[in-house]
């Protein structure tokens, strides 16, 4: 952030917090000015929580996402939450869809749906949804999959009445996740068999940490292919694909209030 | 039964007492969510009409969640002291509001009646009360908890020093535990939040912080925030459990959510006691709360947040807890949607717990998606400290890396000490005084490099 700054005559000080800072990327060792934070390091956390501020608030560019679909079908659709403000307040709405918008979905017979949903970090859904997408289908050659759809003021369980109106038998939501002060672009994706408007967090299975500096795009398709081949077997997602998984499919269920977020 | 109050010419009715309670909140996202807030503001200032005339003890024959449905409320009603009731048991919520702000209601009058007091008095009046209220009557009461310290003398703040890591990172936790002694943090804890919530892990991490502690002989007490059924574990393959950690709720099935009973609970605190770590005091327990719990779990019952977190208190004060915070802002929007409610919430958590005499401290914190920033929480931490708060939650840089939230920074509590004019533990104290760390005269605690220290071999 300050690379292409000239630098202050106090940074040529040698720090000796610089060998502990290689232990953590805690905000360890900061200086004090009387018992405050230096100007660089209050600075340096406003554009933090700026950039995490910005990635909750932007809206998904739809335009340039379908730019990169070339004449691929596509569908848009959004939730009942009709602002940021009424999602962020209200993630029931967040989970079904707007009726109008779900008209619009056709239904008939997929193997899976592919849903690129805002969530609480659009920076993450631009950047890496339809790659992953892209990835998935050159792993999925043998399945039918559906057009992405694109769904906005989305949360996790909007992918359930989708993949239902649709007629998809598994749904794959991507989607940008609560947005933290290091990265602010992290996006989750969240597999789901046999789903239905409804459908209990526990029957989900969920990769997560795919960025540029997390898990990689190709990293997250090898194992999204793992477990969709495997709940295709298994008939299901969720705890039970999760005990089926071997060590280097790394899987995360969701983690109950107070422990960590519940932003699903 | 119903209650009703004329204002302005209009009248509004209030079909049970939970509505009417629910509908005399202040505004909050979560009771919106719940569908229990007020529909106009005026409405909302009929039920506290309608909530001051409330004699106080109709909360003793009247319950908001029935008692054969819940164990949280047949242990308040069960442990309910009639004689410590007995000096406010002839008010109103609203003669208990003018009772508790009047100079009759002393630091001992307010400790006496402590054990007399339900949550759902405690809530009702909070409702009628402005913020300054909460903060005038909080800063009078005293709750005073030992283990290796003295946590909640007058004109001591405590803090807990939080050194999360992601994965859990032994170098990495101690480098941010160094960190924090270095800024006089930690009398209250040194407590991790594991990214890994397992017996091994938990066990690892104890025994690096104990190492620590026992190391450089800091008069405090260390803990590792794992589920009780671990800690309970952990104390069976004789772990250095100082405290046990757990996060409750204000109704039993929101407790059956978080995987614990009134029961393993009185388990994991007389397993602790027969631990007989604590060198001045035996208080063992440690509890997280936050409004909002019970009804992400469906678990409240139609009761409005804050009454249902006010409920959390009754059962931590069970178990004669060390310490307990609200993690206010933790929760999101969807309950506390800004700044004002969450300082709110945080004032009324604290009211409401002091009133009925448990330790309490808070997590001053938010998320990236709610409309607050680290402005809101200078106010808040200000508010807190002039309202006495027992302590306060420090992370490095106010960054907690690990639950990806905001809280306070180190060099936030130094400064509100300093604004404040208050003092760590006195235990604590003296021992930053004889690391080197701290002018007890100036009150300052000295910016020195980890080099220059012992403490600076910590992470080695």
């Known amino acids: 952030m300050t690379d292409d700054r000239i630098t202050s005559p106090t940074s040529q000080i040698p720090d000796p917090w610089q060998d502990l800072r290689q232990l953590t990327r805690a905000r360890i060792g900061l200086g004090r000015t009387g018992n405050g934070l230096k100007t660089n390091d209050v600075l340096d956390f406003q554009a933090s929580h700026a950039q995490a501020r910005d990635a909750v608030h932007t809206p998904l560019n739809i335009e340039i996402l379908t730019g990169s679909l070339g004449d691929e079908p596509y569908y848009c659709v959004q939730s009942r939450a009709p602002d940021r403000s009424t999602y962020l307040r209200r993630p029931d709405l967040g989970r079904r869809l707007d009726p109008e918008a779900a008209a619009t979905l056709p239904k008939g017979d997929w193997d899976v749906v592919f849903v690129a949903g805002d969530g609480l970090s659009s920076f993450a859904t631009q950047q890496s949804a339809i790659s992953l997408f892209r990835a998935m289908q050159a792993q999925l050659a043998d399945w039918t999959v559906a057009p992405l759809v694109i769904a906005t003021q989305a949360r996790v369980a909007l992918g359930d009445e989708i993949a239902v109106m649709l007629g998809a038998r598994m749904v794959v939501m991507m989607i940008g996740e609560r947005p933290g002060l290091s990265v602010a672009d992290s996006m989750g994706v969240y597999l789901t068999y046999g789903p239905y408007v409804g459908c209990p967090d526990s029957s989900r299975n969920c990769l997560s940490n795919i960025h540029p500096h997390g898990m990689t795009v190709p990293a997250a398709a090898a194992k999204l292919s793992w477990l969709m081949r495997e709940a295709r077997h298994l008939k299901l997602t969720g705890v039970g694909l999760k005990d089926a998984a071997p060590e280097v499919v790394t899987l995360e269920t969701s983690v109950p209030l107070l422990e960590k977020d519940n932003d699903q | ?460």
């Not at chain 2, 006089?184 to 091994?200: E, R």
């Not at chain 2, 208080?283 to 249902?308: I, K, P, R």
């Open chain 2, 1 to 460: 039964m119903a209650y009703g109050c004329t204002l302005r010419g209009e009248h509004y009715t209030f079909g049970d007492l939970k509505t009417l309670m629910a509908k005399a909140s202040p505004a909050r996202s979560g009771d919106e969510l719940a569908g229990l807030a007020a529909s106009s503001d005026a409405q909302r200032i009929a039920a506290r009409y309608a909530l001051a005339d409330l004699p106080l003890r109709t909360f003793l024959h009247e319950t908001l969640i029935p008692y054969e449905a819940d164990d949280v409320t047949r242990l308040i009603m069960d442990t309910h002291d009639a004689q410590a009731f007995s000096p406010v048991a002839s008010l109103t919520v609203g003669g208990f509001r003018d009772w508790l702000l009047s100079d009759e209601a002393t630091s001992e009058a307010l400790s006496s009646i402590a054990a007399g007091i339900t949550p759902e008095m405690a809530a009702a009046v909070s409702k009628i009360m402005r913020n300054q209220d909460l903060m005038t009557v909080s800063r009078k009461i005293r709750v005073v908890t030992k283990f290796r310290n003295t946590i909640g003398l007058e004109g001591c703040l405590a803090t807990r020093l939080q050194p999360n890591h992601p994965t859990d990172d032994l170098k990495g936790i101690a480098a941010s535990t160094l960190d924090g002694l270095l800024r006089g943090m930690g009398d209250a804890v040194i407590g991790i939040n594991p990214a890994t919530d397992s017996v091994s892990n938990g066990l690892a991490l104890l025994e690096m912080l104990d190492h620590a502690r026992q190391r450089y002989d800091i008069p405090t007490q260390t803990c590792v925030l794992t589920h009780v059924t671990n800690t309970i574990e952990i104390m069976n393959r004789g772990g250095a459990v100082d405290l046990v950690l757990q996060s409750i709720a204000g109704t039993q099935k929101a407790n059956e959510g978080f995987g614990v009973s009134l029961g393993i609970l009185k388990e994991a605190h007389e397993a602790a006691l027969t631990l007989n770590r604590g060198t001045l005091g035996n208080n063992v327990m440690y509890f997280e709360t936050g409004q909002g719990a019970a009804l992400s779990a469906e678990a409240n019952h139609g009761v409005d947040q804050q009454t249902v977190e006010a409920r959390a208190y009754a059962v931590a004060r069970a178990y004669n807890p060390l310490l307990v915070n609200t993690v206010v802002g933790f929760i999101g929007p969807e309950y506390l949607y800004d700044g004002k409610q969450i300082i709110r919430a945080a004032l009324e958590d604290h009211f409401c717990a002091k009133l009925l005499g448990v330790p309490m401290g808070c997590d001053a914190c938010y998320t990236n998606h709610a409309e607050a920033d680290q402005d809101d929480m200078d106010n808040l931490m200000v508010l807190l400290g002039a309202a006495g708060i027992t302590f306060l939650i420090g992370v490095p840089g106010a960054d907690d890396i690990m639950l990806n939230y905001q809280s306070l920074s180190f060099h936030d509590l130094l400064s509100l000490r300093k604004l404040l004019n208050l003092k760590p533990a006195p235990e604590f104290a003296g021992w930053l005084e004889r690391m080197g760390l701290y002018d007890a005269r100036n009150d300052k605690v000295l910016d020195v490099p980890p080099g220059q220290t012992l403490l600076g071999q910590m992470v080695r």
